[in-house]
């Protein structure tokens, strides 16, 4: 299970209305905070989603308005802040009825003084803007509630997730650190980080800002008691939400592709590791709406009640990987496709739906189309028990 942060709706099986294109950007001019979130100063693209952009942007739209507002003081109603695990900020008024919000990082350059222009002056070499990235790390807080056995297994997990889905250095356009941290405890003790994450719990990418996020891992004390596999494979799935921050560069949409490759991955990681997997356990639920309507599982908000541990989600990217493997692509290769190739594309087209007609050659609506000659079962769709993470990942 990996639980995320977000509040639980009370009524959410409206479909998700397409995705809109971006309102364009919207520029906050100080460092502000809406109910105790932090906007930093700087240009912020605008994604609205069943509410027109005229409605969201603007000086006296709800994004402005929401700005104006004192610090931790409540949104009015029926606005609230949606504190997704993954992905940007997001503000909500009813199931698919919102929008999200992203700094757009912005490059400094340090100023460069130009000499005075001169009649028969010789051309200057022009600098190099391009300036690689610095090198990202984890940084490590490991609470000593945890076992020692525990602990020994979470670096060797970190050290085969370093070699198989390395964060590129990228991230740090992002992050305004070159480093995440990861805390980490045993459920059995109170969070022992509490100044510095005072309300976190369960497992999931957090954050402040889109710019101030860190790993949470509290490990369930049952986990340890019965040797439950998800203690090790609860590293897998957030590790590799970082990796989807980095390649893409934060477009975690949909909700369907980003947890249901996580959930993916940390079943094909303890299937490879250590022979087993809950997709062959029996214990992976899968919706029926996985067929009759799919488009819920885009958004966090329209498939919370229906997407136990990711189960439904999972199963639509296996699936895609089995409708890739008909067009006579191995298995290994169809979910590089899934879990490299289209995290990278939506770097390049923030549009995800025409990212997806761009690395799959099939529109999201055919896709759809073909979930429904599916059961919705995860035994029709499983991945072979060979495959291993490093063929996945290592590129075409
Ligand atoms: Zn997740």
Redesign the pocket.
């Known amino acids: 299970m ?1 639980l ?1 942060l977000i509040p639980i709706s009370t009524n959410s099986t409206i479909a998700a209305g397409p995705q809109t294109p971006s309102c364009g950007n919207f520029k906050v001019t100080k460092n502000s905070s809406i109910v105790g979130i932090e906007f930093r100063k700087g240009s912020y693209q605008v994604n609205a989603f069943g509410i027109s952009c005229k409605k969201v942007m603007g000086s006296k739209g709800l994004f402005a308005k929401f700005l104006k507002l004192k610090n931790n003081k409540s949104l009015p109603k029926p606005w609230r802040y949606l504190a997704d ?2 992905g940007a900020p997001k503000f909500s008024s009813g199931p698919g009825v919102g929008f999200r919000v992203e700094q757009i990082t912005s490059v400094t350059r340090s100023p460069t003084v130009e000499p005075p222009a001169r009649a028969n002056a010789t051309p200057t070499p022009k600098p190099n803007p391009a300036q690689p990235p610095p090198k990202f790390s984890f940084k490590f807080n490991l609470d000593k509630s945890l076992p020692e056995d525990w602990i020994a297994e979470f670096k060797i997990i970190m050290k085969n997730l370093g070699e198989i889905i390395p964060i590129s250095g990228e991230i740090n356009r992002i992050l305004k650190e070159p480093f995440m941290n990861i805390y980490a405890w045993n459920g059995n003790t109170k969070n022992p980080f509490r100044d510095v994450i005072p309300n976190a719990s369960g ?3 957090s954050g402040n800002s889109p710019s101030n996020r860190w790993m949470v891992l509290e490990i369930p004390s049952d986990e340890f008691r019965y040797n439950y596999l998800h203690r090790y494979s609860v590293i897998v ?2 590790t ?2 970082v990796y989807q921050i980095s390649l893409s560069k934060d477009n975690m949409q949909p909700k369907w592709f ?2 249901g490759g ?2 993916a991955i940390e079943e094909m990681y303890t299937q490879q590791y250590y022979g087993r997997s809950d997709f062959r356990s029996g214990s992976t639920e899968v919706s029926a709406s996985v067929i009759s309507n799919p488009g819920l599982f885009e958004e966090y908000e329209t498939s919370q009640q229906i997407d136990m541990n ?1 189960g439904s989600s999972a199963f639509m990217v296996l699936a895609l990987a089995k409708e890739l493997q008909k067009q006579g692509i191995s298995e290994a290769r169809a979910f590089g496709m899934i879990l490299k190739d289209f995290t990278l594309e939506k770097s390049k087209e923030s549009d995800w739906h025409k990212a997806f007609t761009n690395i799959f050659k099939m529109t999201v609506s055919d896709f759809y189309q073909r979930l429904s000659k599916y059961p919705a079962d995860i035994n029709q769709v499983l991945p072979g028990t060979t495959l291993r993470l490093q063929d996945v990942f290592a590129g075409k």
């Open positions: 990996a995320t695990a993954v497992s999931s990418i799935h957030e590799f939400h980003s947890e996580a959930k990711y």
